[in-house]
């Protein structure tokens, strides 16, 4: 005889229903308790775990309705003379997703897109019933929950719902948004009358021929109908991204309101949306239906029309949100009996009107995390930071076991930093491999916070521990470099240390590069991991093995005055400001007794006392300041050193001091200048010397020359004037004229005058009178070189017509080498044009015209120049000035040990003799 519920198993006709008890819901997992019935107790469970069974009903219009699921539990519970009794629990294949848990990343995906990832793996179909767009989630994390609690929570989140539609052979997951949309009619027929069974005459066994709702129960419950919501977006810090929604019921008390944060959105599209949904879900279930029924396909996710209740508002179209089954076959049914017999089908459901959008509760808790964790800084290959503009880093989760170690394995997580303003604050940025502290907001698995970094055997401490406990601070590492290891990153870097080593204080402030740094207390050297090295020193160091620049714009003060434990203002400078106008009124007072002995031009020193008045007083500021932190010094940038004891300048090279204005030195003893070679001094205007009591000029081995080039030489002593030499010359081109107490002698071309009021008297040997003479000029040679070979041609002071003009032809000449040997000799031609004299090696030559030496010093060695040998009208020559007596001469006689520059520049002396000829 057929029977009205069978099922379907594995195991063939092995296995006979007997009862069906369960309930299935709106996005609930329903379990189906079945009793069966089998000839033999030695059924194995492993041949059904797992697999597919399918309960089927025979509906009124002679249809098949099926209820399947995946055998979740079976075993024997009874047995006696004829059968043997099995329970198996039916579940949704969904169930298997209860079964496995993961921690995952999912990253730029809808909902609908995660869960098909999610559930894609289970290999059973699912279909999607949704009618709206969904928001791209950048971040969303599976954390420690299964796949099954995963997926229900995030379509709890948007306000999908599912169902399972049941056919012969599996049974299909539906997804679900929309109550109009995405659910269809009761199949069979929508319409469903309502009969109580008093009025039918049923029993509720389900024997009737007429399918029917019989027992109808309704109610409604205090809701809220208000929701607001709120979040904050950090990269947009000042939008309003709140939402409210309200969806009033009508009843007392439905303004009141449920406020969450955080609302889980950054648009303020999606805050509208979450903010729909959860009032919808609030509202879900306010208005209820429920009651029993012997209609065979009733089943969650449909929708019927009530008809032929007595209240008309009822009689309206309602969704199924859950049925409950009770399902039963006698026993007599497996041995042939009438299959109506014994037979029951009851139905127990809840609904509620269409008219009232349905969304799932969230049932189920989003995991939070236990406290904060760490992970590992990624990004690209080669690449040593990967941030974005707001310092954002992405880290690999020691629990990913998916994550690629690279820029996709996270999203861009936030880093907490010491400080952070507008454009402002600490900046330290998590490098690719550095080990990070993270925790989460609010717990949140999707809201990752970077708040600290922690060393590792890989990344170990800035300085060797426990060796340098002492030290703390800051050590960076350079990036784009090679330390060895094969890692990215080198050796140098740059390092803020503390040393709190007993007794050894130090702050300091370093850069590998050139090794510039900037040491204070008890210096010691700090140059990489290894720490404190060996001391170096007491107090502050500025160092760089590069260029250094120290530049204020209002005042620089460099000084050992002392200000011990830091006292007094930073531009304080009592003493240095004293000894100024001390030095200040050494200038004045020595300025003015300069004027009055009218060794100074009245107002030159004053410009130069005014000067140093107003730098001093620009130095030492106004005082007086009403304010208490006016701190008068330094009102002009001046450049001040100070020292309680000497200041001291050498270089390798030149010095030089400059100013546009004026150059003052002051010493409260003696200024003493010591040169190796020269000391010259040139100025512009004049150059006067006075002191109160001697000035003495000595030149130990050359002469001292005294030049007017072009006004005269004044004398005066109010005494006496002396000179006193092996030999003296005074030598006038117009005359010479000697007086004294009237006398006088006056000596000029035309001839020798002289006079006086008194006696006249000569003393001599003898007196000898003879014809006129004059005495001969006697000028200075240089030699003259050309390429062919080394030579030389003499010519005074450039021209040949110096021999002529001075009536020196027909005089023997003579020019000998360094060793005093003749190179040539003759007489001066009339044209005064000596010849060329070529030599084989470099060497000295002096030329010689009758008895006097005409040379030069240092004597020129001869060297071969570019330009014709022939060519005597380029021969190159020197002007130099006269020599006086050979002797007495400041130059060195031929073959002499030593020689001597000139004081004056040649060319001056040259222009001089020019206007003497």
């Not at 009032?279 to 009530?306: D, H, I, K, V």
């Not at 990624?378 to 170690?405: A, C, M, S, T």
């Not at 330094?634 to 004026?662: F, K, M, Y």
């Not at 008895?851 to 021969?875: F, K, M, Y």
Request: include cysteine.
């Amino acid at each position: 005889m057929t029977r009205r519920v069978t099922i379907r198993t594995p195991m063939g006709e092995a296995l006979q229903f007997h009862r069906l008890a369960g309930r299935e819901a709106l996005s609930q997992l329903y379990a189906f308790d079945i009793d069966l019935l089998g000839s033999s107790n030695g059924v194995d469970p492993r041949v059904l775990l797992g697999k597919p069974a399918t309960v089927e009903v025979r509906t009124e219009s002679g249809d098949t309705r099926h209820l399947g699921g995946v055998v979740a539990s079976f075993g024997l519970t009874g047995e006696d003379a004829r059968h043997s009794f099995y329970r198996m629990t039916l579940r949704p294949w969904l169930w298997l997703a209860t079964r496995r848990s993961d921690f995952r990343i999912f990253q730029n995906k809808t909902v609908p897109e995660i869960v098909a990832d999610v559930l894609g793996g289970y290999g059973y179909p699912v279909e999607k019933r949704l009618g709206r767009d969904y928001r791209i989630r950048d971040y969303c994390v599976q954390y420690h929950e299964s796949d099954f609690s995963y997926v229900s929570r995030l379509c709890e989140l948007e306000g999908i719902c599912y169902y399972f539609r049941h056919e012969a052979q599996r049974h299909v997951l539906v997804l679900a948004d929309d109550i109009a949309s995405s659910h269809d009619p009761l199949p069979g027929g929508d319409i469903v009358r309502f009969h109580p069974l008093e009025k039918a005459g049923m029993t509720g066994g389900g024997s009737s021929p007429n399918e029917r709702i019989y027992e109808w129960k309704t109610g409604e419950e205090i809701r809220s109908g208000l929701h607001f919501t709120n979040e904050f977006d950090p990269l947009k810090p000042r939008a309003d991204l709140s939402s409210r929604r309200q969806l009033r019921a009508g009843h007392a008390h439905d303004d009141f309101e449920l406020y969450e944060w955080p609302g889980g959105y950054r648009q303020y599209d999606d805050g509208e949306t979450c903010t729909r949904i959860r009032t919808e879900e609030q509202l879900s279930g306010r208005c209820t239906a429920s009651g029993r029924s012997n209609r065979r396909e009733l089943a969650p996710g449909y929708t019927f029309q009530l008809a032929s209740h007595p209240r008309d508002d009822q009689n309206q179209k309602y969704l199924l949100t859950s049925v409950g089954y009770e399902l039963q076959e006698n026993l007599r049914a497996s041995e042939g009996a009438d299959a109506g017999e014994g037979s029951i089908q009851r139905f127990c459901f809840e609904a509620q009107p269409v008219s009232h959008a349905w969304r799932p509760p969230r049932a189920t808790p989003k995991p939070r995390t236990r406290g904060p964790q760490t992970a590992i800084v990624v990004g690209p290959k080669n690449e040593e930071i990967w941030v974005d503009q707001y310092g954002r880093v992405k880290v690999q989760f020691h629990w990913d076991r998916l994550g690629r170690h690279d820029e996709n394995s996270s999203c861009w997580v936030r880093v907490s930093m010491a400080w952070a303003g507008e454009t402002f604050g600490a900046a330290a940025l998590p490098r690719i491999g550095q080990e990070v502290v993270v925790d989460f907001l609010s717990g949140d698995p999707d809201c990752p916070i970077i708040t600290g970094r922690v060393f590792n055997a890989e990344n170990m401490p800035a300085w060797r521990l426990p060796d340098q406990k002492n030290l703390s601070g800051i050590r960076s590492r350079e990036l784009g470099a090679s330390d060895g290891s094969g890692r990215a990153g080198g050796a140098r870097g740059n390092h803020l240390a503390l040393d709190d080593h007993h007794g050894k204080l130090q702050a300091q402030l370093k850069s590998d590069h050139l090794s510039s740094s900037l040491s204070l207390g008890h210096i010691g050297r700090i140059d990489d991991t290894s720490g404190r090295k060996d001391d170096r020193g007491e107090g502050a160091e500025l160092r760089t093995d590069g260029h250094a620049a120290v530049r204020a714009a209002k005042g620089l003060l460099l000084t050992t005055e002392a200000r011990p434990g830091a006292q007094a203002h930073i531009t304080d400078l009592g003493e240095t400001v004293a000894r100024l106008t001390a030095a200040r009124d050494l200038h004045e007072r020595q300025g003015q007794i300069a004027q009055e002995a009218r060794a100074h031009e009245a107002g030159d020193q004053d410009a130069v006392t005014t000067a140093l008045k107003e730098q001093n007083d620009a130095i030492k500021g106004r005082s007086g300041g009403s304010q208490p932190d006016a701190f008068p010094e330094l009102d002009e940038p001046h450049l001040v050193l100070a020292s309680a004891a000497g200041i001291q300048s050498t270089a390798a090279g030149a010095t030089h001091i400059a100013s546009i204005t004026h150059n003052a030195l002051s010493s409260g003893g003696h200024t003493s200048i010591s040169a190796g070679r020269s000391f010259l001094v040139s100025v512009r205007e004049a150059a006067r010397l006075f002191a109160y009591k001697a000035i003495r000029l000595t030149a130990a081995t050359a002469g001292i020359d005294i030049v007017a080039l072009q006004n005269s030489i004044n004398l005066l002593a109010r005494l006496e004037i002396k000179l006193e030499a092996d030999r003296i010359a005074i030598t006038a081109k117009e005359e010479i004229l000697i007086s004294g107490g009237g006398s006088f002698s006056k000596w000029n071309a035309s001839g020798i005058v002289h006079g006086t009021r008194g006696l006249w008297r000569e003393h001599a040997a003898t007196h000898s009178y003879a014809g006129p003479m004059d005495m001969a000029k006697r000028l200075r040679m240089q030699g003259v070189s050309h390429d062919d070979k080394y030579s030389v041609r003499f010519a005074p002071l450039g021209s040949d017509e110096v021999f002529r003009h001075a009536e020196m032809a027909g005089l023997p000449y003579r020019i000998l080498g360094e060793k005093q040997e003749i190179k040539a000799e003759g007489v001066i031609p009339d044209d005064g044009r000596l010849p060329r004299i070529s030599f084989e090696t470099p060497d000295e030559a002096v030329l010689v015209v009758g008895e006097e030496a005409w040379d030069w010093a240092p004597v020129p060695t001869i060297h071969a120049l570019q330009g014709s040998p022939d060519n005597d009208e380029g021969d190159e020559v020197h002007e130099d000035d006269e020599s006086p007596d050979a002797e007495s001469s400041r130059y060195a006689p031929p073959g002499g040990a030593s020689a001597f520059d000139h004081f004056l520049p040649e060319s001056a002396v040259a222009a001089h003799l020019s206007s003497l000829a």
